[in-house]
């Protein structure tokens, strides 16, 4: 069984910036995914095991920046320009392998969400 854990999430005004955390029982490739009211989870960004290689969705490119520090079971979510339709909880997720991946299915273990709100 692997823990997940996240934190960080909050309100913010609109162009405002929030980082998540998470941190995991083992070091692992991890990803974040978020869910708004009434969607689906959809994939944020994703980083793999040694933290050589980022993925993201087209949406928050250029806004989000997915980090960890080598060898750290920790992973982090820099989020800056933040805007209302970024409004949702976010999910930290394990998978068991070593690379990024932006496919929902292939992550194994979640943390239980963090909201993160944004303002108009």
């Known amino acids: 069984q692997v823990h997940v854990v996240e934190s960080g999430g909050g309100l913010v005004q609109a162009g405002g910036s929030l980082r998540l955390s998470c941190t995991a029982s083992?070091?692992?490739?991890m990803g974040w995914f978020r869910q708004a009211p009434g969607k689906d989870r959809e994939f944020v960004a994703s980083?793999?095991?040694?933290?050589?290689?980022?993925n993201y969705t087209d949406s928050v490119k250029g806004r989000f920046t997915i980090s960890r520090d080598k060898g750290s079971k920790a992973v982090f979510l820099q989020m800056n320009s933040l805007k209302p339709e970024d409004t949702a909880v976010y999910y930290c997720?394990?998978?068991?392998?070593?690379?990024?991946?932006?496919?929902?299915?292939?992550?194994?273990?979640w943390g239980q969400g963090t909201q993160v709100t944004v303002s108009s």
């Open positions: 997720a394990v998978r068991l392998g070593d690379k990024a991946s932006g496919w929902r299915l292939e992550y194994r273990y």
């Open positions: 083992g070091i692992y490739a």
């Open positions: 980083i793999s095991w040694l933290g050589d290689s980022t």
